[in-house]
């Protein structure tokens, strides 16, 4: 254990499903290795950003419940991703912003208003192992993380001290009677999950198997609405709705899948492939789901609305470059604002 240690976070009620991530596990798929990782990778790059780690640094990610946790030290905090509401004595946690939390703090969570995928970066380092360079959870194969699972009542996670880049929030008050202290501005809104009762809109460059279906059964794929089974979960995205009637085709070969492949079983229901998927599938695929909406895919509860549109390749690295320079801003200005902390 490094000599550096700066404290303990205990885990007193786990949530739904809470595990440990970074960015995932990169370059193992040939070996049949998922890639895992964050589910949302906007909102951990905020989450991150907003306590001054490295945008790639391991986070706690926590799914529809958010965990009850105990920290035995000063820290500062950030929440990102769904609208999950935390809280300390009884004060709602803000998100989108650094939160100075003090030592014997209960951070309490509860259900997500809307959003699936939830994100608690700290400031420091999570002393977690890494495996195949990565700490990320994979709960199918059973490592990374807190041995291979999602954590449960009476973890202790340990934190390692980082050089404090949030030190005014210190100065900014005496503690007083207030459970936490947080500085005015947050970030709002630009990559969080956004409840709305339309339908969710996915963009996918079609495969040729989707090039091959008749007009009849684009269209009516296009024109319907699929909604979020409760059987989806970080392997796949499974939605119901108008079966798409693939033309069957014996001794389909299994080949490489992607996030994002929207796979069609015999009975003609999408599943969408997320980051706990395998490395190869067998069944025939319409398409994928364009990078940049990923955030849209992962951050969809169920009941959710789906609807599917098509784009060019061009069209969706265009989205995709116009949505990293927007991060590459923001990361750049929430820079700018822990700097006025320092």
Known sequence: MSTNQSGLIHVLSPGLLTTIQDRGRAGWQNHGVSVSGAADLNSMTIANALVGNKLDAPIIEFVMV????????????????????????????????????????TVTGNRSSNGAFGYMAISGILDIEAVMGSVSTDTGSKFGGVEGRSLKAGDVLV????????????????????????????????????????????????????????????????????????QSNRM?????????????????????????????PPNGQPIILSVDRQTIGGYPSIGVVASVDRTTLVQCQPGDGLRFVEISVNDAQTALLQEQNAMAELVRSIGHRIQELS
């Open 66 to 105: 958010g965990p009850d946790l105990v920290f035995s030290c000063d820290c500062v905090v950030a929440f990102s991703g769904a609208n999950f509401a935390f809280s300390i004595d009884g004060n709602a946690i803000p998100l989108g912003r650094p939160i100075w939390i003090f030592a014997g703090t």
């Open 159 to 230: 934190v390692i001290d980082s050089p404090d880049k949030l030190a005014l929030l210190k100065r900014m008050s005496a503690r007083g009677g207030q459970s936490f202290i947080a500085p005015k501005w947050s970030v709002k809104g630009l990559f969080s999950a956004k409840g709305s009762k339309k339908d969710k809109v996915l963009r996918f460059v079609p495969s040729e198997k989707w090039i091959g279906l008749s007009e009849e059964v684009r269209k009516t794929t296009c024109l319907g609405t699929y909604r979020v089974t409760p």
């Open 236 to 264: 796949g995205v499974r939605l119901s709705g108008k079966s798409i009637d693939m033309q069957k085709s014996e001794h389909e070969p299994s080949v490489p899948v992607v996030l994002g492949a929207i796979q069609v």
